[in-house]
C-alpha cells in the first residue's frame, strides 16, 4: 500500500470509530434523560443501559486503535514533529483522557450523575471536532479553554434540561431515578 492509502485507511477507520462512540454515547445520554423524566427505572431498562455502556467500552478501545494506527502513519511520515507541533493531537489526547477518567469515575460512583453526562457528551463531541477537523491553527493552550467553555455551555444546557425534565418530581438533587423490577411496574 501507498503512504496515502495507508493515510486515508487510517482516518476512514478513525472516524468511524469516533463516530460509533459518538452516536452510542448521545444515545445513553437520551436514555439517561429519558429516565430522569420517568422518575423510575425498570430492570429491562437497566439491562439495557448495560448493553449500550459495555458497546460503548468496546468503541473506546477501537477508538485508542484508531489513534495509535494515526500515531504510526505520521510517526513514519513526520517523526518527531508530529509530537511536537499537534496541539490538535494533544488536545484529542486531552479530551480522551477526560472520557476514560470520566467513564471510570461514572463507573465506580466517584462522580455525581449530573457532572458525568457533562464530561460524556460534552467530551464526545468536542473529540468529534478535533477527529474531524484536523488543523485549527491555534496553540493548546487556546483550544484547551475553548474546550473547558464548550463544557461549561454543555453543563448549563444540561442542567436545565434536567431541572425541566424533573420539575414535577419531588427530588430533583439525584437523578430522579430508582430502580423498579419487572414484577412492581
Given at each position: 500500500m501507498t503512504e496515502l492509502e495507508l493515510?486515508?485507511?487510517?482516518?476512514?477507520?478513525r472516524f468511524w470509530t469516533v463516530g460509533l462512540c459518538l452516536g452510542v454515547s448521545s444515545?445513553?445520554?437520551t436514555?439517561?434523560?429519558y429516565v430522569v423524566n420517568k422518575g423510575v427505572t425498570i430492570k429491562a431498562e437497566n439491562q439495557m443501559m448495560h448493553i449500550v455502556y459495555t458497546v460503548l467500552r468496546i468503541g473506546m478501545a477501537l477508538v485508542c486503535l484508531s489513534e495509535f494506527t494515526t500515531f504510526i502513519y505520521?510517526?513514519?511520515?513526520?517523526?518527531?514533529?508530529?509530537?511536537?507541533d499537534n496541539p490538535e493531537l494533544l488536545m484529542?489526547?486531552?479530551i480522551f483522557s477526560v472520557i476514560c477518567i470520566n467513564a471510570i469515575s461514572m463507573q465506580k460512583r466517584w462522580i455525581s450523575m449530573w457532572l458525568g453526562p457533562v464530561f460524556a457528551g460534552g467530551s464526545w463531541y468536542a473529540y468529534?471536532?478535533?477527529s474531524v477537523w484536523i488543523e485549527t491553527e491555534s496553540t493548546y493552550s487556546t483550544l484547551l479553554i475553548g474546550y473547558g467553555c464548550w463544557l461549561a455551555i454543555v453543563a448549563v444546557l444540561l442542567l436545565a434540561l434536567r431541572l425541566w425534565l424533573t420539575?414535577?418530581?419531588?427530588?430533583?438533587?439525584?437523578d430522579g431515578a430508582t430502580l423498579v423490577t419487572q414484577n412492581e411496574s
Open positions: 493515510l486515508y485507511l487510517s482516518q476512514l477507520f444515545l445513553a445520554m436514555f439517561y434523560f505520521n510517526y513514519h511520515v513526520n517523526n518527531f514533529i508530529y509530537w511536537t484529542r489526547l486531552t468529534f471536532f478535533f420539575r414535577n418530581q419531588s427530588s430533583r438533587i439525584g
